[in-house]
């Protein structure tokens, strides 16, 4: 079992930048897992934004938010990161951050993930 927190979230203009963090309590077992960010915009379904591989090598983005969100981890600290640039006013959501702990090769998914945060709000002005 591993609990995830995230933080980060606020109210940006559209062009800014804001820097997500998730941080797992299972600092043992987190190096092992998949992590991965997605979001949720209000009366929609939950997304997928992007993950990251258990050592970092493989991340992946949904076109949304490709060349604009870079997904990272630091397995040292058990913390997974989400550095959003020019932010637009459809990032607007609850983003979330989740691990995957069956080792999957290409989570994208609400469904593989198996262990959630409480999500942290993102609003974005125009």
């Known amino acids: 079992q591993v609990q995830l927190v995230e933080s980060g979230g606020g109210l940006v203009q559209a062009g800014g930048s804001l820097r997500l963090s998730c941080a797992a309590s299972?600092?043992?077992?987190?190096?092992?897992?998949?992590m991965g960010w997605f979001r949720q915009a209000p009366g929609k379904e939950r997304v997928f934004v992007a993950f990251?591989?258990?050592?970092?090598?493989?991340?992946y983005y949904a076109d949304s938010v490709k060349g604009r969100f870079t997904i990272s981890r630091d397995n040292a600290k058990a913390t997974v990161y989400l550095q959003m640039n020019t932010l637009k006013p459809e990032d607007t959501a609850v983003y979330y951050c989740?691990?995957?702990?069956?080792?999957?090769?290409?989570?994208?998914?609400?469904?593989?993930?198996?262990?959630w945060g409480q999500g942290t709000p993102v609003t974005v002005s125009s």
């Open positions: 299972s600092g043992r077992t987190f190096g092992t897992y998949t």
């Open positions: 990251i591989s258990w050592s970092g090598g493989r991340t």
């Open positions: 989740a691990a995957e702990s069956y080792g999957r090769c290409w989570p994208a998914s609400t469904s593989e993930y198996d262990y």
